[in-house]
C-alpha cells in the first residue's frame, strides 16, 4: 500500500541562509578582535633593544615595563610613585614568585633601568632579567 502525497508547486523547499551569514560574521568579528589583543606582547608596547646572544625563556614572569617618556608600569598597571613600586612587587614576589623582566625602551636612560632594578632588588627579587629583540645574525 503505497500513499502518494500531491505536492504542489507552491510548496518549495528552502534553506533559511540569514543565520548562517549571522554566525560568519559574528566569527569574523571575534577572529580580528582577538588578533588585535595577540600582537602586544607584554601590555605596554615599547621598542626592545637587539642583541645576537640567544635568550632564556621563562614562563612564569612578573613584567616591569618602563617606556620612552620614562613611566613605569607593574604588568599593565601604570606606578606613579616609586614606593608603589616596591610594594606592589613585593605582593606580587610572594604570591607568583619567578622572574622579574624589565621590558625597557631602547631610548630610556641607563639610570633610569638601573634604578628599576634597584627597587625590584628591594621589593626581594632574587632573579633580574632585561628583554631584549632578537637580531638575525650577519654572515
Not at 44 to 65: A, D, G, M, Y
Request: no cysteine; net charge positive.
Amino acid at each position: 500500500m503505497k500513499f502518494n502525497r500531491p505536492r504542489s508547486r507552491s510548496e518549495e523547499v528552502f534553506i533559511n541562509l540569514t543565520p548562517l551569514i549571522d554566525v560568519v560574521f559574528l566569527l569574523l568579528i571575534f577572529f580580528m578582535v582577538s588578533t588585535t589583543f595577540a600582537t602586544i606582547r607584554y601590555g605596554i608596547k615599547v621598542n626592545l633593544p637587539r642583541t645576537v646572544t640567544p635568550q632564556e625563556k621563562v614562563k612564569e614572569n612578573i613584567v616591569i615595563s618602563i617606556t620612552k617618556d620614562g613611566h613605569i608600569y607593574l604588568g599593565k598597571v601604570w606606578i606613579k610613585r616609586e614606593d608603589r613600586l616596591v610594594s606592589l612587587l613585593r605582593k606580587q614576589i610572594k604570591k607568583r614568585g619567578g622572574m622579574v623582566v624589565i621590558n625597557a625602551d631602547k631610548d630610556v636612560k641607563h639610570g633610569r633601568v638601573v634604578r628599576v632594578m634597584d627597587l625590584a632588588r628591594m621589593a626581594g627579587a632574587t632573579r633580574l632579567g632585561i628583554l631584549t629583540f632578537p637580531e638575525k645574525e650577519k654572515k
